[in-house]
């Protein structure tokens, strides 16, 4: 994939099917640029009910997947099971991943093998917590995360990767990374791709911004040089306000 401008929402554990249904019909209805891609992450018992009514510009996600295609893994789902019923991207290292269910970066790496061989695309999420961000280490921590998770790709592979970065103390706090914070690691995190892939690879990847992104303090954000877009939780899960993120670019 070429370098693209994305409005990602990640609905996380949220809205009962019918509500899904809802937010995503109206979210059909707005109007999408046509340089903007607009996904949707949503709960997988959703995902059924929303390709049923797909809409060509709201592109529909998973908010996980296992490292395998099948096998004895109860309550777990395949990225062959998404691949086959026609979705298109799946979230893979949400923080909330990380922290609750304790996926490291080896199973991320598995995780993200398994989805690019079922030709799904991929937002790979990394971010620091507030600790890190005190001692001001958050490069060289999220530097571990893509180094440990996503470097064992291949350039080819990597073209199916969209990163999110999410700093964990900005997430559903109300408090955004500054513009310029955004920016800072987003630079960073474009250096070292380009380090490990070479200038072009580095150039082509979209580097999503996500924690409390709202309609109000998008623009500013997404204005910057290496921000490509924005992973969106809370003000993603009504159509006004995803719809003016949308508007944003
Ligand atoms: P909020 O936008 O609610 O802060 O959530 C961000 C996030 O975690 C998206 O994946």
Known sequence: MARQNIAAGNWKMNTTVSEGKDLYKALSNHSVPEDV???????????????????????????????????????????????????????????????????????????????????????????????????????????KQLEEGLFHLTADQLKDVVIAYEPIWAIGTGETASPEQAQDMHAHIRSILTNKYGNDAAQDMSILYGGSVKPGNAKEIFGKEDVDGGLVGGASLKADSFGAIIDSF
């Open 37 to 143: 891609t607009v996904i949707v992450g949503v709960p997988f018992l959703h995902i059924g009910t929303l390709l049923s009514i797909k809409h060509a510009s709201i592109k529909i996600a998973a908010q996980n997947c296992h490292f395998k295609n099948s096998g004895a893994y109860t309550g777990e789902t395949s990225p062959s099971m998404l691949a086959d019923i026609g979705v298109d991207y799946v979230i893979l290292g949400h923080s909330e991943r990380r922290e609750y269910f304790h996926e490291d970066n080896a199973m991320l790496a598995q995780k993200l093998d398994a989805a690019l061989e079922n030709k799904l695309k991929v937002i790979f999420c990394c971010g620091e917590p507030l600790e890190i961000r005190k001692q001001g280490t958050q490069n060289a921590y999220v530097s």
